[in-house]
Antibody, heavy 114, light 107 residues
Framework: VQLVESGGGLVQPGKSLKLSCSAS????????MHWIRQAPGKGLDWVAY???????VYADAVKGRFTISRDNAKNTLYLQLNSLKSEDTAIYYC?????????WGQGTLVTVSS | DIQLTQSPSTLPASLGERVTISCRAS??????LNWYQQKPDGTVKRLIY???TLESGVPSRFSGSGSGTDYSLSISSLESEDFAMYYC?????????FGSGTKLEIK
């Protein structure tokens, strides 16, 4: 199982960013997928989940601002981040589901700052 | 939301020592609890799922137990590579929630 995130960077408050997670080593379409984040020096914080049939669930802190999606043909998971706030600054990890969270990627850093 | 209270936040220990980390849920989570290890480079690895099932490839010195609201992770004989951060996660209901973490450090 390999999960590789990309798309992080420095962005101004109020702006948008789209993260990607390229998956390999398993049948991507068969698994639910998560995004989890970790602010600098802080603990792990679950963000969003998309099922294999594309049903979605969000944490209250991001609901209405972030959108999780997937492209099974490309074996890729996405996270669209809109109306970004300074408190969204974190490393964003994608992870494969099944009995909670199983395999994790290495993460991509998103920094929200003017 | 289900709150997970993880303790201790810091655990000084010596090589070869046995240690235990606790995780208490604000309501019953029916054994839907995992344990994760995070290394300083950010790499996160699942050690145990469903309270007590060891992930493939994880050394047998790691074990998990618990039921209802109280769960624990034990390491029977610490090795150098075990000094890291540890987190519990409940997946009984959404939103998924993590414990606040335990830093296992060398005494």
């Amino acid at each position: 199982v390999q999960l590789v995130e990309s798309g992080g960077g420095l962005v101004q408050p109020g702006k948008s960013l789209k993260l990607s997670c390229s998956a390999s080593g398993f049948t991507f379409s068969s698994y639910g997928m998560h995004w989890i984040r970790q602010a600098p020096g802080k603990g792990l914080d679950w963000v969003a989940y998309i099922s294999s049939s594309s049903g979605t669930v969000y944490a209250d802190a991001v609901k209405g601002r972030f959108t999780i999606s997937r492209d099974n043909a490309k074996n890729t998971l996405y996270l669209q981040l809109n109306s970004l706030k300074s408190e969204d600054t974190a490393i964003y990890y994608c992870a494969r589901g099944r009995l909670g969270v199983a395999y994790w990627g290495q993460g991509t850093l998103v920094t929200v700052s003017s | 939301d289900i709150q997970l209270t993880q303790s201790p936040s810091t655990l000084p220990a010596s090589l070869g020592e046995r240690v235990t980390i606790s995780c208490r849920a604000s309501q019953s989570i029916s054994n839907s609890l995992n344990w994760y290890q995070q290394k300083p480079d950010g790499t996160v690895k699942r050690l145990i799922y469903s309270t007590s099932t060891l992930e493939s490839g994880v050394p047998s010195r790691f074990s998990g137990s618990g039921s209802g609201t109280d769960y624990s992770l034990s390491i029977s004989s610490l090795e150098s590579e075990d000094f890291a951060m540890y987190y519990c996660l409940q997946y009984a209901t959404y939103p998924l929630t993590f414990g606040s973490g335990t830093k296992l450090e060398i005494k």
